[in-house]
Protein backbone atom coordinates (compact mmCIF):
# COMPACT_ATOMS: atom_id res chain seq x y z
CA UNK A 1 0.00 0.00 0.00
CA UNK A 2 1.50 3.35 -0.96
CA UNK A 3 1.79 6.23 2.18
CA UNK A 4 1.26 9.59 2.23
CA UNK A 5 4.64 10.66 0.93
CA UNK A 6 4.35 7.91 -2.20
CA UNK A 7 0.85 9.52 -3.17
CA UNK A 8 2.61 13.35 -3.13
CA UNK A 9 -1.08 15.06 -2.37
CA UNK A 10 -2.17 17.17 0.16
CA UNK A 11 -2.59 15.19 3.76
CA UNK A 12 -5.47 17.28 4.21
CA UNK A 13 -6.78 19.15 0.83
CA UNK A 14 -10.04 21.42 1.88
CA UNK A 15 -12.90 23.91 0.65
CA UNK A 16 -13.10 27.15 2.34
CA UNK A 17 -16.99 28.47 1.71
CA UNK A 18 -17.22 31.42 2.81
CA UNK A 19 -21.08 32.17 2.82
CA UNK A 20 -21.79 35.61 3.88
CA UNK A 21 -22.26 36.52 0.12
CA UNK A 22 -24.07 35.01 -3.04
CA UNK A 23 -24.89 31.25 -2.17
CA UNK A 24 -26.99 28.66 -3.77
CA UNK A 25 -29.95 27.31 -2.51
CA UNK A 26 -29.78 23.79 -0.87
CA UNK A 27 -30.67 21.84 -4.35
CA UNK A 28 -28.24 23.80 -5.78
CA UNK A 29 -25.50 23.41 -3.19
CA UNK A 30 -26.15 19.76 -3.47
CA UNK A 31 -24.40 19.03 -7.04
CA UNK A 32 -21.58 21.81 -6.31
CA UNK A 33 -20.85 19.15 -3.27
CA UNK A 34 -20.45 16.51 -5.47
CA UNK A 35 -18.42 18.43 -8.09
CA UNK A 36 -15.67 20.00 -4.81
CA UNK A 37 -15.27 16.00 -4.36
CA UNK A 38 -14.42 15.20 -8.04
CA UNK A 39 -12.03 17.91 -7.62
CA UNK A 40 -9.95 16.34 -5.33
CA UNK A 41 -10.94 18.05 -2.14
CA UNK A 42 -11.30 15.95 0.86
CA UNK A 43 -13.38 18.31 3.99
CA UNK A 44 -15.20 21.61 3.36
CA UNK A 45 -14.75 24.56 5.91
CA UNK A 46 -18.10 25.91 6.63
CA UNK A 47 -18.15 29.73 7.15
CA UNK A 48 -21.38 30.38 8.68
CA UNK A 49 -21.39 33.91 9.72
CA UNK A 50 -25.25 34.92 9.77
CA UNK A 51 -26.39 32.00 7.39
CA UNK A 52 -28.01 29.73 9.82
CA UNK A 53 -30.02 30.29 12.98
CA UNK A 54 -28.10 30.21 15.94
CA UNK A 55 -29.74 29.83 18.96
CA UNK A 56 -26.87 31.11 20.70
CA UNK A 57 -27.26 34.70 18.55
CA UNK A 58 -30.57 34.94 18.52
CA UNK A 59 -32.24 37.71 15.71
CA UNK A 60 -29.21 37.72 14.33
CA UNK A 61 -30.50 35.29 11.17
CA UNK A 62 -30.75 36.68 7.83
CA UNK A 63 -31.76 33.64 5.94
CA UNK A 64 -29.73 31.18 4.11
CA UNK A 65 -29.59 27.77 5.36
CA UNK A 66 -32.83 26.73 7.76
CA UNK A 67 -32.05 24.09 10.74
CA UNK A 68 -33.32 21.82 8.79
CA UNK A 69 -31.49 22.17 5.16
CA UNK A 70 -28.05 22.61 7.31
CA UNK A 71 -28.58 18.74 8.21
CA UNK A 72 -28.81 18.15 4.85
CA UNK A 73 -25.88 19.50 3.82
CA UNK A 74 -24.34 17.88 6.64
CA UNK A 75 -25.45 14.23 5.70
CA UNK A 76 -24.59 14.82 2.05
CA UNK A 77 -21.42 15.66 2.69
CA UNK A 78 -20.49 12.97 4.80
CA UNK A 79 -22.39 10.70 2.25
CA UNK A 80 -20.00 11.75 -0.32
CA UNK A 81 -16.48 11.32 2.12
CA UNK A 82 -15.96 15.11 2.61
CA UNK A 83 -15.00 16.19 6.45
CA UNK A 84 -16.96 18.82 7.66
CA UNK A 85 -14.86 21.78 9.52
CA UNK A 86 -16.84 24.33 11.17
CA UNK A 87 -15.67 27.67 11.14
CA UNK A 88 -16.48 30.42 13.36
CA UNK A 89 -14.86 33.61 14.35
CA UNK A 90 -14.16 34.22 17.84
CA UNK A 91 -12.74 37.96 17.81
CA UNK A 92 -12.78 39.65 14.66
CA UNK A 93 -14.88 39.71 11.44
CA UNK A 94 -17.90 39.48 13.88
CA UNK A 95 -19.69 42.19 11.75
CA UNK A 96 -22.99 40.30 11.55
CA UNK A 97 -23.12 40.17 15.31
CA UNK A 98 -21.66 42.95 16.75
CA UNK A 99 -23.66 45.63 13.77
CA UNK A 100 -26.92 44.23 16.27
CA UNK A 101 -27.59 46.78 19.23
CA UNK A 102 -28.17 43.62 21.35
CA UNK A 103 -24.53 43.11 21.15
CA UNK A 104 -23.36 46.31 20.63
CA UNK A 105 -21.86 45.90 24.46
CA UNK A 106 -19.82 43.67 23.28
CA UNK A 107 -17.74 45.45 20.74
CA UNK A 108 -13.81 46.25 21.16
CA UNK A 109 -13.77 50.43 21.29
CA UNK A 110 -16.97 50.69 19.50
CA UNK A 111 -15.69 48.66 16.69
CA UNK A 112 -18.19 46.61 14.51
CA UNK A 113 -16.19 44.46 13.59
CA UNK A 114 -14.47 42.88 16.89
CA UNK A 115 -15.25 41.42 20.03
CA UNK A 116 -13.41 42.91 23.06
CA UNK A 117 -11.46 40.11 24.69
CA UNK A 118 -11.19 40.94 28.22
CA UNK A 119 -15.47 41.98 28.20
CA UNK A 120 -16.28 39.50 31.12
CA UNK A 121 -19.22 38.26 29.22
CA UNK A 122 -17.49 37.58 25.95
CA UNK A 123 -15.68 33.95 26.49
CA UNK A 124 -18.35 32.32 28.13
CA UNK A 125 -20.83 33.56 25.60
CA UNK A 126 -18.16 32.16 22.73
CA UNK A 127 -17.75 28.81 24.97
CA UNK A 128 -21.63 28.25 25.05
CA UNK A 129 -21.68 28.28 21.05
CA UNK A 130 -18.66 26.62 20.86
CA UNK A 131 -20.96 24.15 22.93
CA UNK A 132 -23.83 24.77 19.64
CA UNK A 133 -21.41 24.24 16.92
CA UNK A 134 -20.40 20.98 18.36
CA UNK A 135 -23.95 19.88 18.60
CA UNK A 136 -24.41 20.63 14.90
CA UNK A 137 -21.44 18.67 13.78
CA UNK A 138 -21.40 15.32 15.50
CA UNK A 139 -19.11 13.91 13.50
CA UNK A 140 -16.58 16.81 13.22
CA UNK A 141 -12.96 16.51 14.27
CA UNK A 142 -11.97 20.07 13.68
CA UNK A 143 -12.90 23.62 14.47
CA UNK A 144 -11.62 26.82 12.85
CA UNK A 145 -11.74 29.85 15.67
CA UNK A 146 -10.73 32.06 12.99
CA UNK A 147 -8.58 34.68 14.83
CA UNK A 148 -7.62 37.04 11.79
CA UNK A 149 -7.28 40.66 11.32
CA UNK A 150 -7.58 41.91 14.48
CA UNK A 151 -7.42 45.33 13.84
CA UNK A 152 -8.95 47.36 16.81
CA UNK A 153 -7.30 44.49 19.58
CA UNK A 154 -5.78 46.25 22.55
CA UNK A 155 -7.82 50.02 21.85
CA UNK A 156 -10.64 50.13 24.39
CA UNK A 157 -9.25 51.84 27.89
CA UNK A 158 -9.60 47.88 29.47
CA UNK A 159 -7.47 46.70 27.10
CA UNK A 160 -5.00 49.35 26.08
CA UNK A 161 -3.11 48.58 29.22
CA UNK A 162 -2.10 45.28 28.35
CA UNK A 163 0.17 43.66 25.72
CA UNK A 164 -1.56 43.64 23.03
CA UNK A 165 -0.18 40.16 21.98
CA UNK A 166 -0.35 38.78 25.14
CA UNK A 167 -4.30 39.94 25.38
CA UNK A 168 -4.12 37.87 21.46
CA UNK A 169 -2.63 34.69 22.98
CA UNK A 170 -4.90 34.27 25.73
CA UNK A 171 -8.19 34.72 24.52
CA UNK A 172 -7.54 32.33 21.78
CA UNK A 173 -5.46 29.80 24.21
CA UNK A 174 -8.36 29.43 26.41
CA UNK A 175 -10.81 28.79 23.44
CA UNK A 176 -8.52 26.76 21.50
CA UNK A 177 -8.19 24.15 25.20
CA UNK A 178 -12.38 24.50 25.48
CA UNK A 179 -12.63 23.29 21.56
CA UNK A 180 -9.64 20.66 22.37
CA UNK A 181 -11.54 19.27 25.91
CA UNK A 182 -14.76 18.65 23.44
CA UNK A 183 -12.80 16.23 21.33
CA UNK A 184 -12.33 18.66 18.39
CA UNK A 185 -8.74 20.07 17.23
CA UNK A 186 -8.73 23.98 16.90
CA UNK A 187 -7.56 25.88 13.85
CA UNK A 188 -6.82 29.45 14.29
CA UNK A 189 -5.70 31.85 11.12
CA UNK A 190 -1.70 32.98 11.85
CA UNK A 191 -1.81 36.59 10.28
CA UNK A 192 -1.83 38.06 13.37
CA UNK A 193 1.42 36.76 14.61
CA UNK A 194 3.18 37.78 11.28
CA UNK A 195 1.30 41.58 11.49
CA UNK A 196 3.00 41.86 14.89
CA UNK A 197 6.04 40.36 14.01
CA UNK A 198 5.84 37.85 16.92
CA UNK A 199 5.69 34.36 15.10
CA UNK A 200 7.42 33.17 17.92
CA UNK A 201 4.52 33.76 20.11
CA UNK A 202 2.46 30.75 18.03
CA UNK A 203 4.19 28.23 20.61
CA UNK A 204 2.00 29.89 22.90
CA UNK A 205 -1.01 28.14 22.12
CA UNK A 206 -2.11 24.53 23.07
CA UNK A 207 -0.20 22.17 21.25
CA UNK A 208 -3.15 20.58 19.53
CA UNK A 209 -3.93 23.84 17.66
CA UNK A 210 -3.12 24.08 14.18
CA UNK A 211 -2.04 27.69 13.05
CA UNK A 212 -2.80 28.47 9.62
CA UNK A 213 -0.84 30.66 7.54
CA UNK A 214 -2.79 32.23 4.18
CA UNK A 215 -1.57 34.27 2.02
CA UNK A 216 -3.00 34.68 -1.29
CA UNK A 217 -0.38 36.31 -3.94
CA UNK A 218 2.53 34.35 -5.25
CA UNK A 219 3.59 30.90 -4.68
CA UNK A 220 4.49 29.23 -1.40
CA UNK A 221 7.28 28.95 0.00
CA UNK A 222 6.90 32.08 2.33
CA UNK A 223 9.05 32.76 5.65
CA UNK A 224 6.55 33.02 7.87
CA UNK A 225 5.58 29.25 7.07
CA UNK A 226 8.90 28.02 8.00
CA UNK A 227 8.76 29.79 11.04
CA UNK A 228 5.22 29.02 12.00
CA UNK A 229 6.29 25.15 11.35
CA UNK A 230 9.75 26.10 13.87
CA UNK A 231 6.90 26.55 16.97
CA UNK A 232 6.85 23.02 16.65
CA UNK A 233 2.58 22.79 15.84
CA UNK A 234 1.07 21.52 12.89
CA UNK A 235 1.02 24.23 10.16
CA UNK A 236 -1.11 24.46 7.45
CA UNK A 237 -1.55 26.57 4.60
CA UNK A 238 -4.29 28.55 2.66
CA UNK A 239 -4.88 29.57 -0.90
CA UNK A 240 -7.24 32.32 -2.25
CA UNK A 241 -9.31 30.69 -4.83
CA UNK A 242 -11.84 33.45 -4.39
CA UNK A 243 -10.48 36.52 -2.88
CA UNK A 244 -11.28 40.65 -2.28
CA UNK A 245 -9.07 42.61 -5.26
CA UNK A 246 -8.42 46.14 -6.12
CA UNK A 247 -11.00 45.93 -8.27
CA UNK A 248 -13.89 44.14 -6.11
CA UNK A 249 -16.24 47.77 -6.08
CA UNK A 250 -16.79 48.10 -10.01
CA UNK A 251 -16.40 44.72 -11.62
CA UNK A 252 -17.78 41.48 -10.82
CA UNK A 253 -14.58 38.80 -11.59
CA UNK A 254 -11.35 39.03 -11.04
CA UNK A 255 -8.66 38.17 -13.45
CA UNK A 256 -8.06 34.31 -13.21
CA UNK A 257 -4.07 33.79 -13.44
CA UNK A 258 -3.58 34.73 -10.19
CA UNK A 259 -5.54 32.98 -8.24
CA UNK A 260 -4.95 29.24 -10.38
CA UNK A 261 -0.87 29.76 -9.70
CA UNK A 262 -1.51 30.76 -6.00
CA UNK A 263 -4.23 27.71 -5.54
CA UNK A 264 -2.00 25.40 -7.41
CA UNK A 265 1.15 26.76 -5.13
CA UNK A 266 -0.50 26.01 -2.15
CA UNK A 267 -1.79 22.18 -3.28
CA UNK A 268 2.24 21.58 -3.74
CA UNK A 269 3.40 22.66 -1.15
CA UNK A 270 1.34 20.81 0.91
CA UNK A 271 1.83 17.53 -1.21
CA UNK A 272 5.67 18.35 -0.65
CA UNK A 273 5.65 18.86 3.24
CA UNK A 274 2.76 16.34 3.74
CA UNK A 275 0.63 18.71 4.91
CA UNK A 276 -2.70 20.16 4.73
CA UNK A 277 -4.39 22.90 2.98
CA UNK A 278 -7.24 25.46 2.66
CA UNK A 279 -8.40 27.14 -0.66
CA UNK A 280 -10.48 30.00 0.26
CA UNK A 281 -13.57 31.33 -1.21
CA UNK A 282 -14.58 34.45 -0.11
CA UNK A 283 -17.71 36.35 -1.45
CA UNK A 284 -16.98 39.63 0.38
CA UNK A 285 -14.34 42.05 2.23
CA UNK A 286 -16.29 41.75 5.32
CA UNK A 287 -19.89 41.05 5.90
CA UNK A 288 -20.49 44.62 5.93
CA UNK A 289 -18.86 45.23 2.25
CA UNK A 290 -20.30 44.61 -0.84
CA UNK A 291 -20.98 41.77 -2.45
CA UNK A 292 -18.70 39.76 -4.68
CA UNK A 293 -19.76 37.21 -7.72
CA UNK A 294 -20.44 34.12 -7.94
CA UNK A 295 -18.51 30.75 -7.16
CA UNK A 296 -18.69 30.08 -10.90
CA UNK A 297 -16.04 32.37 -11.67
CA UNK A 298 -13.88 30.15 -9.09
CA UNK A 299 -14.40 27.47 -11.96
CA UNK A 300 -10.43 27.35 -12.83
CA UNK A 301 -9.36 27.98 -9.39
CA UNK A 302 -11.05 25.01 -8.01
CA UNK A 303 -9.73 22.55 -10.51
CA UNK A 304 -5.91 24.03 -9.66
CA UNK A 305 -6.47 23.81 -5.92
CA UNK A 306 -8.49 20.13 -6.14
CA UNK A 307 -5.71 18.44 -8.33
CA UNK A 308 -3.07 21.37 -10.66
CA UNK A 309 -2.73 18.22 -13.05
CA UNK A 310 -6.22 17.76 -13.63
CA UNK A 311 -6.56 22.06 -14.22
CA UNK A 312 -3.18 21.53 -16.81
CA UNK A 313 -4.66 19.27 -18.63
CA UNK A 314 -8.13 20.20 -18.87
CA UNK A 315 -9.49 22.11 -22.71
CA UNK A 316 -10.28 25.94 -20.73
CA UNK A 317 -6.69 25.80 -20.09
CA UNK A 318 -4.92 27.53 -22.80
CA UNK A 319 -8.20 30.16 -23.19
CA UNK A 320 -7.63 30.94 -19.51
CA UNK A 321 -4.29 31.56 -19.88
CA UNK A 322 -4.60 33.86 -22.45
CA UNK A 323 -8.16 35.33 -20.42
CA UNK A 324 -5.72 37.01 -17.74
CA UNK A 325 -3.48 39.06 -19.47
CA UNK A 326 -6.49 39.92 -21.63
CA UNK A 327 -8.41 41.48 -18.03
CA UNK A 328 -5.36 43.17 -16.97
CA UNK A 329 -4.69 45.15 -20.74
CA UNK A 330 -8.81 45.90 -20.42
CA UNK A 331 -9.15 46.53 -24.28
CA UNK A 332 -12.91 46.80 -24.81
CA UNK A 333 -12.41 44.59 -28.19
CA UNK A 334 -10.23 42.06 -26.77
CA UNK A 335 -12.93 41.78 -23.93
CA UNK A 336 -15.85 41.50 -26.33
CA UNK A 337 -13.73 38.27 -28.49
CA UNK A 338 -13.53 36.78 -25.40
CA UNK A 339 -17.10 37.06 -23.94
CA UNK A 340 -17.94 35.44 -26.98
CA UNK A 341 -14.89 32.81 -27.25
CA UNK A 342 -15.71 31.24 -23.97
CA UNK A 343 -19.07 30.67 -25.15
CA UNK A 344 -16.92 28.50 -27.69
CA UNK A 345 -15.55 26.17 -24.75
CA UNK A 346 -16.92 22.68 -24.47
CA UNK A 347 -19.08 21.85 -21.59
CA UNK A 348 -18.78 18.48 -20.21
CA UNK A 349 -21.20 19.15 -17.53
CA UNK A 350 -23.63 21.01 -16.36
CA UNK A 351 -20.84 22.92 -13.84
CA UNK A 352 -18.49 23.72 -16.79
CA UNK A 353 -21.96 25.38 -18.93
CA UNK A 354 -22.56 27.55 -15.94
CA UNK A 355 -19.69 28.04 -15.22
CA UNK A 356 -18.90 29.30 -18.79
CA UNK A 357 -22.30 31.43 -18.63
CA UNK A 358 -20.66 33.05 -15.54
CA UNK A 359 -17.99 34.35 -17.13
CA UNK A 360 -19.11 35.55 -20.33
CA UNK A 361 -21.23 37.56 -18.51
CA UNK A 362 -18.18 39.29 -16.65
CA UNK A 363 -16.25 39.83 -19.36
CA UNK A 364 -18.92 41.55 -20.74
CA UNK A 365 -20.10 43.75 -18.27
CA UNK A 366 -15.93 45.03 -17.73
CA UNK A 367 -15.86 45.70 -21.03
CA UNK A 368 -19.20 48.26 -20.42
CA UNK A 369 -17.29 49.69 -17.71
CA UNK A 370 -14.46 50.00 -19.70
CA UNK A 371 -16.37 51.93 -22.13
CA UNK A 372 -18.15 54.04 -19.24
CA UNK A 373 -14.56 55.11 -18.41
CA UNK A 374 -13.18 56.08 -21.51
CA UNK A 375 -17.00 58.07 -22.96
CA UNK A 376 -17.30 59.98 -19.69
CA UNK A 377 -14.20 60.87 -19.44
CA UNK A 378 -14.27 61.83 -22.95
CA UNK A 379 -16.82 63.86 -21.93
CA UNK A 380 -15.62 65.84 -19.11
CA UNK A 381 -12.19 65.96 -21.54
CA UNK A 382 -13.99 68.38 -24.06
CA UNK A 383 -15.69 70.03 -21.74
CA UNK A 384 -13.09 71.37 -19.87
CA UNK A 385 -10.81 72.15 -23.58
CA UNK A 386 -14.32 74.07 -24.52
CA UNK A 387 -12.92 76.67 -22.23
CA UNK A 388 -9.88 77.04 -23.63
CA UNK A 389 -9.69 76.80 -27.28
CA UNK A 390 -13.65 76.29 -28.39
CA UNK A 391 -15.73 73.03 -28.18
CA UNK A 392 -16.51 70.51 -31.51
CA UNK A 393 -20.21 69.24 -30.58
CA UNK A 394 -19.66 67.00 -33.45
CA UNK A 395 -16.71 65.25 -31.73
CA UNK A 396 -18.76 65.63 -28.04
CA UNK A 397 -22.04 64.18 -29.58
CA UNK A 398 -20.05 61.57 -31.74
CA UNK A 399 -16.77 60.23 -29.08
CA UNK A 400 -18.60 60.71 -25.59
CA UNK A 401 -23.00 61.28 -25.66
CA UNK A 402 -23.73 58.91 -28.29
CA UNK A 403 -21.16 55.68 -27.52
CA UNK A 404 -22.34 55.62 -23.98
CA UNK A 405 -26.34 56.41 -25.09
CA UNK A 406 -25.93 52.88 -26.83
CA UNK A 407 -24.74 51.59 -23.62
CA UNK A 408 -27.56 51.67 -21.80
CA UNK A 409 -29.94 49.15 -23.78
CA UNK A 410 -26.86 46.79 -23.77
CA UNK A 411 -26.29 47.30 -19.71
CA UNK A 412 -30.68 46.77 -19.49
CA UNK A 413 -29.53 43.22 -21.67
CA UNK A 414 -26.74 42.01 -19.73
CA UNK A 415 -29.20 42.77 -16.25
CA UNK A 416 -31.90 40.76 -17.69
CA UNK A 417 -29.69 37.79 -18.52
CA UNK A 418 -27.21 38.01 -15.24
CA UNK A 419 -30.99 37.62 -13.36
CA UNK A 420 -31.83 34.69 -15.51
CA UNK A 421 -28.22 33.19 -14.29
CA UNK A 422 -29.05 34.06 -10.62
CA UNK A 423 -32.42 33.09 -10.71
CA UNK A 424 -31.23 29.40 -12.59
CA UNK A 425 -28.66 28.81 -10.10
CA UNK A 426 -30.62 29.43 -6.84
CA UNK A 427 -28.19 32.08 -5.80
CA UNK A 428 -29.32 34.74 -2.92
CA UNK A 429 -29.28 38.28 -2.72
CA UNK A 430 -29.87 39.20 -6.42
CA UNK A 431 -31.26 42.46 -5.51
CA UNK A 432 -28.09 43.43 -3.69
CA UNK A 433 -26.12 42.70 -6.33
CA UNK A 434 -27.81 44.16 -9.51
CA UNK A 435 -27.89 47.67 -7.13
CA UNK A 436 -24.43 47.47 -6.67
CA UNK A 437 -23.09 46.86 -9.91
CA UNK A 438 -25.36 47.05 -13.02
CA UNK A 439 -27.37 49.81 -10.90
CA UNK A 440 -24.66 52.02 -10.32
CA UNK A 441 -23.51 51.94 -14.20
CA UNK A 442 -26.59 52.84 -15.11
CA UNK A 443 -27.05 55.94 -12.86
CA UNK A 444 -23.34 56.78 -14.17
CA UNK A 445 -23.85 56.58 -17.30
CA UNK A 446 -27.07 58.71 -16.83
CA UNK A 447 -25.60 61.62 -14.65
CA UNK A 448 -22.91 62.05 -17.42
CA UNK A 449 -25.33 61.89 -20.23
CA UNK A 450 -27.47 64.64 -18.39
CA UNK A 451 -24.79 67.36 -17.76
CA UNK A 452 -25.31 70.38 -19.21
CA UNK A 453 -23.13 72.18 -21.92
CA UNK A 454 -20.27 73.86 -21.42
CA UNK A 455 -19.47 71.67 -18.29
CA UNK A 456 -19.68 71.05 -14.49
CA UNK A 457 -15.94 70.15 -12.90
CA UNK A 458 -14.41 73.29 -11.76
Given at each position: MMNMQDKKVPEKNWLHLDLKGAIPSLDKMLPQLEFWKTCGYDGIVWE???RIPWKSWPGTWRGGYTSMEHRKLMHACGQLGLQVIPLIQTLGHLEWLLKHDAYRHLRENDSVSELCPLHPDVRKLLKRWIDEVVSLHPESRFLHLGGDETMHLGTCPKCAVHDK??????????????????????????????????MELASALPKETIPVDWHYDGVPPYPSTAALRRSGLTVMGASGVMCGWWEHCYQVQSAPGPRIRNAAGWYRWAAKHHSGVIHTTWTRGSSLWNIYGPWHGA???????GNPERWK???????FGKLTRIMERENPVELAEAAAGILELPAGNAVEYEAR???????????????FLIHSSTIDCLEQVGKFVGRDEAMLENSGRAPLDALLPELEQWEHEAEAFWL????????EFRETHSRILKNDIQVCLSKKEGGQIS
Open positions: YDDMRLYTDHMSELCAYASAKGLRPLIWADVFLRENRFPAFLAGCHPWNRFRWWNLALRYQRMRKLDNGLSDWK
